[in-house]
C-alpha cells in the first residue's frame, strides 16, 4: 500500500495533482449548494402568501 | 415555435428536464471516474521513460480538453443568445463559466505537477501554457463582467460579445504546439494517425475524458437550473416548485 502511495519517487507530484483536483471539484460541488439553497430560499421569500407544504420540511 | 426543440427553450420546461438529466448522467460521470481511476493509478503499467509521473495525464488531458470544448460550447450558447435573444441559452452561456474556469485551473495545475520532474519547471511562458493561462483569464473575465452589471439581460449581451471574441483564443492553444516550438510536447492522440500511446493507457484516458464530460453536463444543468430559480423567480411557475415552498 505504501508503496502504491510513493509511487516510485513521484508521489508528491502525482498526489500534489490527483489532491488538487479531487479538491478544486469539491469546492465547486459545494458553492453549487450553497449557492442553490440561498437562491430557493430567496424565491420563496419573494412569494410570502404561499405557504409550506405540510410534513415536507427538508 | 411548434417545433419540439423549442419547446425546451423556455426555462420553464428546461428546469424539471434538467433535473431528471442530472442524476442520469452525475451516475454516469461517478462509475466512469471509478473505472477511470482504477485504470488509471493501479491497472496501468509505469511508464518506461516517465515512471508514474504520467499518471498525471490521466486528469490533465481530459481537463484540458474539457476546459478548451467548454468555451466553444459557451461561445455558441452566447451566439443563439445574440442572434436569438433567447434568455435560456444565456443562461446556459452563464453556467458554462466557472466549470470552464475550473477545468482550465485543473489543466494549468496538474501540468505544473507533471512538467516538474518531466521537464525539471513547473512552468514555462511557451505558446501551450500562455494561450491555456489567457483562456482562465478569459472564464474569469467573463465571471467579472456578469457580477459588475446589474441589469441581467445587459450582461448576457456583454458577456456573448467577450466570449466571442475570446473564441479566437481556442485554435491558438490547440494549434501551438504545431505553430511554435513549445516546451509542451505535440499531442499524443489524434484523429488522423495512431495514438503515440499504450492501449490500456489510452482507455483510462478516454474513459477519464467522458468522466469529466458527463461531470461537467451534470455540474452545468444544476447551475443553471439554480439560475433560472434566481432570474424566474418572480414567474408564477416558480412559486409552485416543491423546491421553493419548501426552501
Redesign the interface.
Known sequence: MSEFFAMNGYGFYVWSAYGVVALALLVELYTLRSRRRAVLEEARLEQPDTPALPGAAE | MASPWFRYSSPATFYPLAGKMISWFSGAAAVLAVAGLAIG??VAP?DAQQ???Y??IF??VP?AWMSMFLYVVMAGWSAAALGFNTRLSAMMAQAIA??GA?MT??AL??GA??G??TWGTYWAWDARMTSELILLFLYLGIIALRNAIDDPRRADRACAVLALTGVVNIPIIYFSVHWWNTLHQGSSVSLTRAPAMAAIMLSGMLIMAFAAWF?SIA?TL??V??II??RE??AAW??T???????
Open positions: 493509478l493501479v509505469t515512471g508514474d509521473s499518471r498525471i486528469i490533465h481537463a466557472p466549470t475550473i485551473f485543473i495545475w496538474t505537477f507533471w516538474r520532474p461531470y455540474v444544476a447551475r437550473r439554480t430559480v434566481e423567480r418572480g416558480v412559486a416548485l416543491r423546491e421553493v415552498r419548501n426552501a
